[in-house]
């Protein structure tokens, strides 16, 4: 009875053994493969947004970043120079007056369709365009809102780091829109934004999907109706 017991007890243990190793391997590989979002930790971006809010715009820093090619591996360092191949790349289409191609307009407008329709106004508002590269015709434009949370994310951001504050907010609180100078700005100045900062990684995120959506977006807008006819092309 006593040996009956003794192999009960052996096998329990084994089996138990062989549970809690599967436990460890299972939680190491979730929390290897399921991107952390880094954007909860930030004072000043829960100084403004909800938690859901930062959660949405951690969808947005994440789709940004994958279309540029960074891994939820990468390194800080890593991560910062594919940002610096991304801007060369956008640099060198423009100078040659095309549109660059990494960022898909079609996925990026498929992303807006996973975060808040509230959260999507306190980044950015729409309006009617014109734009005479597409035959005239009066278009569905983005902008960033001048009024939204975002707005008054940047702000405190500014007041911290300088360069923000010289190079992108006070030109964007007296212009009211993203002007050719903070396009430059961005390109020429990129080494002296520390994109180590998620902060800055956002900023630049948001900077340029705004820019993509504007360059890409082709929805028509509808006088009679007030509303816009969607064609992404």
Aim: proline share 2%.
């Amino acid at each position: 009875m006593e040996k009956l017991l003794y192999c009960a007890n052996h096998l329990l243990k084994k089996h138990l053994h062989v549970l809690l190793t599967l436990i460890i391997a299972v939680s190491i590989i979730s929390c290897s493969t399921t991107p952390k979002n880094k954007l909860l930790n930030e004072a000043q971006l829960k100084e403004v947004f909800t938690e859901q809010q930062i959660n949405d715009l951690n969808t947005i820093l994440q789709f940004f970043e994958n279309q540029i090619g960074i891994n939820p591996e990468d390194s800080d360092e890593q991560s910062t120079q594919k940002y610096y191949q991304y801007i060369d790349k956008l640099y060198a289409a423009m100078r040659k007056g095309k549109a660059e191609k990494l960022i898909s307009i079609e996925e990026q407008l498929a992303m807006y369709q996973q975060i808040d329709t509230q959260t999507f106004n306190q980044i950015w508002t729409l309006g009617a365009g014109y734009k005479k590269k597409w035959k005239g015709d009066t278009l569905r434009v983005i902008h960033l809102n001048y009024e939204g949370k975002y707005k008054s994310f940047l702000k405190l951001v500014a007041d911290s780091i300088p360069i923000v504050k010289e190079k992108y907010y006070d030109r964007f609180q007296t212009i009211g829109h993203i002007s050719p100078t903070m396009k430059a700005d961005l390109i020429i100045n990129k080494e002296q934004f520390d994109l180590r900062d998620i902060r800055i990684r956002l900023l630049y995120a948001i900077h340029y999907l705004t820019l993509n959506d504007e360059n890409k977006r082709r929805e028509k807008y509808n006088w009679k109706s007030q509303t816009f006819d969607k064609h992404v092309g």
